[in-house]
């Protein structure tokens, strides 16, 4: 004998609310195609199976590509345009889920992500599976290119077995998502190290938290939980930090103008420098140097 036991759903006082399908896509983008912005009340996850575009979230823009997936919570305001040389093919998932399963796909409830490394084929050929049991065509669903921008839309009114295919295949999608998030925390870890080291290299031009994450893909109000939960301070501060360490030793070491370092170390405004310099190290510029001049 063998048998399997789901203790989930068989827990008795557990109050459990399903996910629920509201529609899956595909789409081959033409070069350009843009759509949005729009509001929506259910969760969108979009799977990006060739090509590239840009995904704009709440007036904060992703650069995207094969392979890659972005998830947009409801009530956010999103917008999404395909390259203009190699254009986006995606499919995507549309649903409402409650809070307890948000929280297992996404870090942030509230705010987008950008998963990497996903097997985008995979989920195309969930919602195929869906289309040819339910639905018949004279082209070949399989076939490359077939669902382009101006194509069809379909729906199955009060047919049960349909209902519960779009179910299944939702909690198909979710399951690989969650399953994958499981192993996805050196994955994190690595990709916070790789962003420290980013402003290590980097500390001394004007980036800012919102050019970090946009180089990295990543939500700025959840890079920065992140990276403040892994190292105990936040990226804006840790550029601070970096700055006023490196100016402290051109003053204790050289003779360059403070207008010049203010420069060197990622300032553009000297008072700026000297302000967060004085609230840093508790003294101007100009007094810190005296100290170490002979």
Known sequence: MFQITDLVNNEKNRSFSPCIPFFYGIECCTKGH????????????????????????????????????????ANSKCRY????????????????????????????????????????QYIKKIILKIIAKHFSFQKNIYSEKEFDSSHF??????????????????????SYIITRN???????KQRLHDI??????????????????REFAIHPNYLTSAFKEEFGISPKQYIIDKRISAACNFLETSAYSIKDISYMVGYENQLEFSQLFKKAVGKSPTAYRSKYIT
């Open 34 to 73: 843009s759509y949005g912005p729009r509001i929506r009340d259910y969760i969108l996850i979009h799977f990006v199976l060739s090509g590239k575009g840009i995904v704009d979230v709440d007036d904060t823009e992703y650069n995207l590509t094969s392979d890659q997936a972005f998830i947009i919570p």
């Open 196 to 213: 420290k080291k980013y402003i290590d290299c980097y500390y001394n031009e004007p980036i800012q938290v919102q050019t970090i994450a």
């Open 182 to 188: 499981k192993g996805i925390s050196t994955e994190k």
């Open 153 to 174: 839309h379909l729906a199955t009114n009060f047919d049960v077995a349909f209902s519960y295919d779009m179910t299944a295949s939702l909690y198909q999608i979710l």
């Open 81 to 120: 345009i395909a390259d203009k040389s190699e254009p986006w093919e995606y499919c995507w998932a549309a649903f409402y889920a409650p809070s307890d399963i948000l929280s297992m796909i996404l870090p942030v409830p509230s705010e987008p992500h950008i998963y990497h490394n996903i097997n985008a």
